[in-house]
């Protein structure tokens, strides 16, 4: 994915459409307290300097072709309308690798989290208070008095486990519409997720049928990361997804975004068109490749734009 084009059409979309900063989200243990506090901030003017940070962290085409599948912990603030109008300009192929260059990251720091969980309910207490935490986080208990047993541990296990990374990246690509949708715009909604709070942002042609529901806004792209893998691993909706992970997982076989995409006919009310949909954007993007992907123990960049 690296290519070489005009820097006056990279400053413009990238420099000028992309409002990158720092991010709030910090995760709890120890070793990666270190690397996300205190972030270095790169600043970004040109295609030249995107290239050269990938470049440093050995994030390039060059690296890939020879295996090399480390991701360095980037992280950007959100896009505005700029990016929109602006990515009309850009070729197909280098909208792509901006989008999935940055939003990678992402989806491998929402794992990470989801391990650190994973292994407090693995092995905590069933009375220790941390465990009851992530219970509710994930529907298992509905309430702070409520007790675990080990029946509850182990159907908590089969919810607070990662995704697959190439099925993230092409579900935020199709439903941001490659981070052009207003939803993305306005409020850090990549996955199109629903909120009938009424803080959420109001569709335009909302159905009356569904009731008042609007679109979850987040504070940052990586909150919205977090946000959809919950909503995977919790939601009712999405048992299909967790069984099929669940069976792969017993029989030691890979999880990987082209399988599990074949249980979400209900992310959306196209169904199995959707499916098809994830499934050939997956494949000609050679997204799968994304999953053999792990973090650098590089400190946290922001990058920023500033002249």
């Keep these: 994915m690296k290519i070489h084009f005009s820097a006056r059409t990279i400053a413009f979309a990238l420099t000028s459409c992309l409002f990158i900063g720092a991010c709030s989200d910090v995760l709890n243990s120890s070793k990666s307290e270190q690397l996300m506090t205190n972030p270095t901030e790169v600043n970004i003017t040109s295609i030249d300097d995107l290239n050269a940070l990938f470049d440093k962290y050995q994030y390039n085409d060059a690296s890939w072709d020879k295996g090399n599948r480390e991701v360095p912990r980037i992280t950007f603030a959100g896009v505005d309308e700029r990016w929109a109008e602006g990515s009309k300009s850009l070729p197909v192929e280098i909208k792509k690798m901006i989008f999935f260059r940055l939003m990678t990251p992402l989806a491998l720091v929402s794992n990470e989290n989801i391990l650190r969980e994973r292994e407090i309910v693995k092995n905590s207490p069933l009375d220790a208070e941390k465990l009851k935490k992530i219970a509710l986080k994930y529907d298992i208990l509905e309430n702070k008095t409520g007790n675990l047993d080990e029946s509850m541990r182990t159907a908590l296990l089969d919810r607070v486990d990662i995704l697959p990374p190439s099925l993230a990246l092409a579900q935020a690509a199709e439903e941001s519409g490659w981070?052009?949708?207003?939803?993305?715009?306005?409020?850090n909604a990549f996955f199109g997720q629903w909120d009938f709070s009424?803080?959420?942002?109001?569709p335009l042609n909302q159905r009356e049928e569904l009731g008042d529901y609007r679109v979850a806004r987040f504070d940052s792209p990586l909150a919205s990361v977090e946000a959809y893998m919950l909503n995977i691993n919790s939601n009712s909706s999405y048992l299909k997804l967790r069984v099929l992970r669940s069976k792969l997982r017993a029989k030691d076989k890979a999880v990987t975004g082209i399988?599990?995409?074949?249980?979400?006919?209900?992310?959306?009310?196209?169904?199995?068109?959707?499916?098809?949909?994830?499934?050939?954007?997956?494949?000609?993007?050679?997204?799968?490749?994304?999953?053999?992907?792990y973090l650098s123990d590089n400190k946290l960049i922001h990058l920023t734009t500033e002249k």
């Design 179 to 187: 981070a052009t949708s207003r939803f993305a715009q306005e409020g």
């Design 198 to 202: 009424g803080n959420g942002m109001k």
């Design 259 to 293: 399988k599990l995409a074949g249980t979400l006919d209900n992310y959306s009310e196209r169904g199995q068109d959707y499916i098809d949909g994830l499934r050939a954007m997956i494949r000609y993007n050679k997204l799968e490749q994304m999953d053999q992907a």
